[in-house]
């Protein structure tokens, strides 16, 4: 059965402007870049069946690209430090995104995710546990994100290991944003 995450893609230059904090942190398992991306609904070990029904659901609609912006550094699980990441700017649509693939997850009999959407990309685990003074010092002394933001072409549904989760992760299926409509843009005017 795959294991499967629905996730947008990083660009490259944003991947490698999100790696050169990647340093410093004692028992720390950093993100490999490549694996570097934003989860917009985590789906599980499913069936084949399944696996097919998702990818024609997703297939079947029209999607609104949203506008990604980094917001700096935080960690989940402030008094037991369990992961470091960038924070993403909840841009309006793509909490409309993530809100839509939940529900449409939920109508093809996924159980509800438990956790709130948090957009991130998670750059490190750390192995053991990490005390929050450390994790606070490093936070302190890490300056801006220095990424910039981007638009997305598309949104990918991944495969992880079966039933551990973890990279390399795999891009299954990608979903094309719609491109925008001529008249989101500010009209020509001649001088």
Known sequence: MPRLFIGLEIPPLQRTALTLGQ????????????DFHITLRFIGDVSPKQADTIVEALDSRDWTAPHIA???LAVFGKSKPKSLYARVVEDEALMRLAASLERM?????L????????PHVTLARFRSAMRPEAVANYLDKSGPLAAPAFTPERFVLYSA???????????EEAFGFRAPSLSSFPPVTSA
Do not use: C
């Not at 997850?105 to 009999?109: D, E, T």
């Open 111 to 118: 159980e509800p995710n438990p956790q709130k959407f948090t």
């Open 105 to 109: 997850m939920q109508r093809l009999g």
């Open 70 to 72: 980094f917001d700096g």
């Open 23 to 34: 340093s410093g942190l004692p028992d720390t398992r950093w993100i490999e870049l490549t």
């Open 161 to 171: 290991r079966e039933s551990t989760g973890g990279g390399p992760y795999v891009a």
